[in-house]
């Protein structure tokens, strides 16, 4: 049974640093690409960075292009996303996912449960 778990999300000062979790099982960790998505109340779930199985190549929106990094340690079946100078336009309920790059929702199969992200001063 696939199964992603996300940890790490809390409440952080503008400009301050998370480190998302993402604790894969249940599924070949070579075969699904990784996803990273987020949705802010009354609005639409965003792809923001997506890293693929085979090459581990990675891809982010513009709206967090420079700022986050997805990243992987497969010895563990765990995906992270450092999240760097965050600001109240982060802020939302983080998903990650299993399934196809880019991060596009249509494209991914399994969902973890979500980890709230605060930004506040």
């Known amino acids: 049974q696939l199964q992603l778990v996300e940890s790490g999300g809390g409440a952080v000062q503008p400009g301050g640093s998370l480190r998302l979790s993402c604790k894969a099982s249940?599924?070949?960790?070579?075969?699904?690409?990784i996803g990273w998505f987020r949705q802010a109340p009354g609005k639409e779930r965003e792809g923001i960075s997506c890293i693929s199985a085979v090459y581990g190549r990675t891809y982010y929106s513009d709206s967090v292009e420079g700022r986050f990094t997805i990243s992987r340690d497969l010895s563990k079946n765990t995906f992270y996303l450092q999240m760097n100078v965050l600001t109240s336009g982060d802020e939302g309920e983080y998903y990650c996912?299993?399934?196809?790059?880019?991060?596009?929702?249509?494209?991914?199969?399994?969902w973890g449960q979500g980890t709230q992200v605060t930004v506040s001063s």
């Open positions: 996912a299993a399934g196809r790059c880019p991060a596009v929702s249509q494209l991914f199969d399994y």
């Open positions: 249940g599924f070949t960790l070579d075969y699904y690409d």
